[in-house]
């Protein structure tokens, strides 16, 4: 049985005042939540102030994006090592902001992956289409060539150690979501092609769906046999918002 997860990408937004705000809300309804993890993923400054915040509570923090690199001449980057220092449970890879702003292609993001497996981090690894690629009918091409880019590079046991996150580019921050059919069927072929590598590790794995994922969605999302949680964006900034996503899936 896998655990559903529901994860914030805060991406870059927050204040001391307002993560300070947004965590003390999110904590406060924990208690409703019965089934899911709670993870907030969240800019690299912030991170000191929410570990402070959540340390004592049922919520895991991680990092948006990682280095390949552990130490050194790389202005404005942060190593795994840094997350590591401050108990970052998750880091995002390959999130489709940093593949289209950063240029990060799939062997970059493989090594992103590796990197943080070998730190002992859970890298949650982002894939998923553009609407140009979905209208040219090459979805399940897409998303298959960009875990097969992860399994080559690090193996199916190694991929096993991670999280999907399979997230529509033209859902991401738009208000338009993929139907729940339309979701289940790109995880369904995430999840067959994961299987053809190892059946148990396909059984194992969590799928999260990511893409204008908010409370009145949620629940029909969720309820999708291979959708094990949601990465959430703009609905993670509201604690009323993203408590309610959890609670959709009790
Ligand atoms: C995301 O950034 O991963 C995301 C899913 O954003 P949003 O929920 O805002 O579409």
């Given at each position: 049985?896998?655990?559903?997860?529901?994860?914030?990408?805060?991406?870059?937004?927050g204040s001391q005042e307002s993560v300070t705000a947004l965590l003390n809300g999110v904590k406060a309804g924990m208690g409703d939540v019965a089934k899911a993890e709670v993870a907030v993923c969240v800019p690299a400054i912030h991170i000191p102030l929410v570990q402070d915040l959540l340390k004592d509570s049922?919520?895991?923090?991680?990092?948006?994006?990682?280095?390949?690199?552990?130490?050194?001449?790389?202005?404005?980057?942060?190593?795994?090592?840094?997350?590591?220092?401050?108990?970052?449970?998750?880091?995002?890879?390959?999130?489709?902001?940093?593949?289209?702003?950063?240029?990060?292609?799939?062997?970059?993001?493989?090594?992103?992956?590796?990197?943080?497996?070998?730190?002992?981090?859970?890298?949650?690894?982002?894939?998923?289409?553009?609407?140009?690629?979905?209208?040219?009918?090459?979805?399940?091409?897409?998303?298959?060539?960009?875990?097969?880019?992860?399994?080559?590079?690090?193996?199916?046991?190694?991929?096993?150690?991670?999280?999907?996150?399979?997230?529509?580019?033209?859902?991401?921050?738009?208000?338009?979501?993929?139907?729940?059919?339309?979701?289940?069927?790109?995880?369904?072929?995430?999840?067959?092609?994961?299987?053809?590598?190892?059946?148990?590790?396909?059984?194992?794995?969590?799928?999260?769906?990511?893409?204008?994922?908010?409370?009145?969605?949620?629940?029909?999302?969720?309820?999708?046999?291979?959708?094990?949680?949601?990465?959430?964006?703009?609905?993670?900034?509201?604690?009323?918002?993203?408590?309610?996503?959890?609670?959709?899936?009790?």
């Amino acid at each position: 049985m896998r655990q559903p997860l529901i994860a914030g990408n805060w991406k870059m937004n927050g204040s001391q005042e307002s993560v300070t705000a947004l965590l003390n809300g999110v904590k406060a309804g924990m208690g409703d939540v019965a089934k899911a993890e709670v993870a907030v993923c969240v800019p690299a400054i912030h991170i000191p102030l929410v570990q402070d915040l959540l340390k004592d509570s049922a919520v895991t923090w991680g990092g948006e994006d990682l280095s390949v690199h552990d130490s050194g001449a790389y202005t404005g980057e942060i190593s795994a090592s840094m997350l590591n220092d401050f108990a970052c449970k998750y880091v995002l890879v390959g999130h489709s902001e940093r593949r289209a702003y950063h240029n990060e292609d799939d062997e970059v993001v493989a090594e992103k992956f590796e990197v943080a497996i070998n730190a002992g981090l859970i890298p949650v690894l982002c894939i998923g289409e553009t609407l140009e690629e979905r209208e040219q009918g090459i979805t399940e091409e897409v998303v298959v060539r960009q875990i097969e880019a992860v399994i080559t590079r690090v193996g199916i046991d190694t991929l096993g150690k991670g999280v999907i996150a399979y997230e529509p580019v033209w859902a991401i921050g738009t208000g338009k979501t993929a139907t729940p059919e339309m979701a289940q069927e790109a995880h369904a072929t995430i999840r067959t092609r994961v299987a053809k590598s190892d059946a148990t590790v396909a059984d194992k794995i969590q799928i999260l769906y990511g893409g204008s994922m908010n409370a009145s969605n949620a629940a029909e999302l969720l309820a999708q046999a291979d959708i094990d949680g949601g990465l959430i964006g703009g609905a993670s900034l509201k604690a009323e918002d993203f408590l309610a996503i959890a609670l959709a899936a009790n």
